[in-house]
């Protein structure tokens, strides 16, 4: 019964290239958010999606940051022309519904992004 | 704008002490206030959670206590051992209207021998 996996945990990029961060969410579960924390902070939320859907993406940056959960596969979480600032962990939480009722979100191992 | 303010942000306890951590928020449509559990390297894990209609939940060595009026919340880990060394959070949610939660700054907490 595997958890949420990320893949890679750990990822170098130079600026101004492009960084792919993977997320499969636990079995069963159809909604996937997104979460950012820099150095000694909380985490900060990016995006919520089910599949094929952006529920809500008032967390992203409004350039260069995407994400998309298709029909298959795992959600995505696309950087472009990174800069040093975007440096950080980023973690990805599953949860079999989103709205309505409470339901945990269950995190993964996240992936440490370094720009260099 | 920070909408969950936790304190402190690091905390050395004894084994064998109570390690407490607060929170406070300003959002009155959080509904549903989880604290996380993280170790080095790894993603937070939920470790006990309160609804604001409750006054305090207890599960092991794990305690919240909820003032609603105050708009606070507070984490107490009793008989503190070195296994609790790690970084809490507290956070929040609206589960009516929005799935995203809300996170403090974290807490990091060293319990010494």
């Known amino acids: 019964n595997a958890g949420v996996m990320q893949n890679p945990r750990h990822l170098v990029r130079r600026r101004g290239q492009e960084a792919r961060l993977r997320c499969s969410p636990m079995?069963?579960?159809?909604?996937v958010y997104w979460y950012r924390q820099l150095p000694e902070e909380g985490l900060k939320f990016m995006v919520y999606?089910?599949?094929?859907?952006?529920?809500?993406e008032s967390g992203m940056p409004k350039e260069r940051f995407s994400a998309e959960f298709p029909k298959e596969g795992p959600s995505i979480l696309r950087i472009q022309q990174v800069v040093r600032g975007d440096s950080a962990a980023y973690f990805c939480?599953?949860?079999?519904?989103?709205?309505?009722?409470?339901?945990?979100?269950?995190f993964g191992p996240g992936t440490r992004l370094t720009v260099l | 704008q920070q909408q969950v303010k936790q304190s402190p942000q690091s905390l050395i306890v004894q084994k064998g002490g109570i390690s407490i951590i607060n929170c406070a928020y300003e959002?009155?449509?959080?509904?549903?206030f989880p604290w996380y559990q993280q170790f080095p390297g790894k993603g937070p894990a939920l470790l006990i959670a309160i609804r604001p209609d409750v006054s305090e939940k207890k599960e092991g060595r794990f305690t919240i206590s909820f003032n609603k009026s105050a708009k606070q919340f507070s984490l107490h880990i009793m008989d503190s051992q070195p296994g609790d060394s790690a970084t809490y959070f507290c956070?929040?949610?609206?589960?009516?209207?929005?799935?995203?939660?809300?996170f403090g700054t974290g807490t990091r907490l060293q319990v010494t021998l």
């Open positions: 079995k069963g579960h159809s909604h």
């Open positions: 939480a599953s949860s079999p519904r989103g709205k309505s009722s409470y339901n945990e979100q269950f």
């Open positions: 956070a929040a949610i609206e589960t009516g209207t929005a799935s995203k939660l809300t």
């Open positions: 999606l089910q599949k094929e859907n952006i529920i809500d």
């Open positions: 959002n009155t449509a959080f509904d549903y």
